[in-house]
């Protein structure tokens, strides 16, 4: 069954470095999206993609936010200059014709 | 702008039995999707289950059935023969364009 895939699994880094999160959504899905879970707390929306641009971002996703879909399969998350509040598991998500979005398994984020 | 809530930050099932997981909802807009995820201690997120606004039947997979009742706008997930493996959290969501997150219902199956 196709599903959604993230790298890497962990990942730690010292404040102020730029990281990037990368995802391989399901194959003939249009729609991508990527959300965020602070420990403990709900998802959250930061920004959905379609047709190569960006089609809806939440408040959380500023300037020091970017995505990108450099190759028609991955499709990535930059955090240009990262904050210990951006500790958090993002997750990749993407969705094809019907309603349903399907969720990577996320990569776990923490900044020092 | 919706809302979705979920009133039991916590729930306990005995094995084999029955439990049921509330959502209630808050949308003007007439045509939105209902969602439940799981996320057990691993952190994936699981689709479960969907329903339509507009489906006249409550969605059904497997162990999992959605009572959906439009005018009360809740979105109940109702888990049916609990396994020790269904313990997590549980996720309902809305899609408007993006889904909009509960702050979830942690299951407890007790053998």
């Known amino acids: 069954e196709p599903e959604v895939t993230q790298t890497p699994s962990h990942q730690v880094t010292q404040m102020g470095q730029e990281v990037i999160l990368r995802c391989v959504p399901i194959s003939n899905h249009l729609y991508f999206y990527w959300y965020r879970q602070i420990l403990g707390q709900k998802v959250e929306f930061l920004v959905s993609?379609?047709?190569?641009?960006?089609?809806?971002k939440s408040e959380i996703f500023d300037d020091q936010f970017s995505v990108e879909r450099p190759d028609g399969s991955n499709f990535t998350l930059k955090i240009r200059s990262t904050k210990l509040e951006d500790s958090a598991m993002y997750f990749c998500?993407?969705?094809?014709?019907?309603?349903?979005?399907?969720f990577g398994p996320g990569t776990r984020l923490l900044v020092l | 702008a919706q809302k979705i809530t979920q009133t039991q930050p916590g729930m306990f099932v005995q094995e084999k039995e029955a439990v049921t997981l509330d959502c209630t909802y808050d949308t003007s807009d007439p045509s939105y999707g209902l969602f439940w995820y799981k996320q057990p201690s691993s952190g994936e997120m699981i689709f479960l289950i969907y329903?339509?606004?507009?489906?006249?039947q409550n969605a059904t997979e497997g162990r999992y059935s959605l009572n959906f009742q439009k005018a009360r706008k809740s979105a109940n997930l109702v888990i049916s023969a609990s396994q020790l493996g269904d313990s997590a959290m549980y996720f309902c969501?809305?899609?408007?364009?993006?889904?909009?997150f509960g702050a979830g219902t942690r299951l407890t199956v007790k053998p």
């Open positions: 969501a809305m899609r408007e364009g993006y889904m909009r």
């Open positions: 329903q339509g606004s507009y489906d006249q």
């Open positions: 993609f379609y047709n190569n641009e960006i089609s809806e």
């Open positions: 998500a993407s969705q094809g014709e019907v309603e349903t979005q399907y």
